[in-house]
């Protein structure tokens, strides 16, 4: 069982920028594929970003692409999400979750354990 425990969402302005922090409870983090995931209201759940239990792979949907970057620290058991250049539509509830799998997956179905979400809201 790995509990997983998101933070750093809040109110920023279009243009701002936010890094969120998805803090793992196990010491076998590493072994874990990683990615993040975002739904806003009445929209299904989409794929932001991915990264693989090295750190030395990752994968980034189109529309963060140039903009936010995933990462790791396996030391600290936390993955990152870096968001620069908001707009107002990544407002959404951020999920990161947890894979076995070796590569990172842009699809939700590979993913076993996942955080309660932490809130971003991007302001116009």
């Known amino acids: 069982q790995v509990q997983l425990v998101e933070s750093g969402g809040g109110l920023v302005q279009a243009g701002g920028s936010l890094r969120l922090s998805c803090a793992g409870s196990?010491?076998?983090?590493?072994?874990?594929?990683m990615g993040w995931f975002r739904q806003a209201p009445g929209k299904e759940r989409e794929f932001v970003a991915a990264?693989?239990?090295?750190?030395?792979?990752?994968i980034h949907a189109d529309s963060v692409k140039g903009r936010f970057t995933i990462s790791r620290d396996n030391a600290k058991n936390t993955v990152y999400l870096q968001m620069n250049s908001l707009k107002p539509e990544d407002t959404a509830v951020y999920y990161c979750?947890?894979?076995?799998?070796?590569?990172?997956?842009?699809?939700?179905?590979?993913?076993?354990?996942w955080g309660q979400g932490t809130q971003v809201t991007v302001s116009s």
């Open positions: 990264i693989s239990w090295t750190g030395g792979n990752t």
């Open positions: 979750a947890a894979s076995t799998g070796v590569r990172p997956s842009p699809i939700p179905q590979p993913y076993d354990y």
């Open positions: 196990r010491r076998t983090f590493s072994n874990y594929a």
